[in-house]
């Protein structure tokens, strides 16, 4: 049973880091692509940044030279470095885990940037 458990967030002010960590356990070794969503009240479920099991990153546009995604295989983690913080990016934050078409969430963790 795959599971995933987010944590690393909380309430910044504009222009502040965090650093968001997804730890995953059960059967991983053969997901295709990791990655972290966001989702605010009444808007749908966004991506923000992938990254494949080659290590190819991918970020969406309202992130990319702020935030940054990564993954340590030997610990079964992912990250993501969040820099430059805007109030826009308040939202929820899932981890994700696609393993051969198959997806997997976790519950999510709060970020908030607010002076």
């Known amino acids: 049973q795959v599971q995933l458990v987010e944590s690393g967030g909380g309430l910044v002010q504009p222009g502040g880091s965090l650093r968001l960590s997804c730890a995953a356990s059960?059967?991983?070794?053969?997901?295709?692509?990791m990655g972290w969503y966001r989702q605010t009240p009444g808007k749908e479920r966004e991506l923000v940044a992938s990254i494949s099991r080659g290590g190819s990153t991918y970020g969406a546009d309202s992130v990319k030279d702020r935030f940054t995604i990564s993954r340590d295989y030997a610990n079964n983690r992912m990250y993501l470095q969040m820099n430059s913080l805007k109030p826009e990016d308040t939202a929820v934050y899932y981890c994700?885990?696609?393993?051969?078409?198959?997806?997997?969430w976790g519950k999510g963790t709060l970020v908030t940037v607010s002076s």
């Open positions: 059960g059967i991983i070794f053969s997901f295709n692509v």
């Open positions: 994700n885990l696609d393993i051969s078409g198959v997806q997997y």
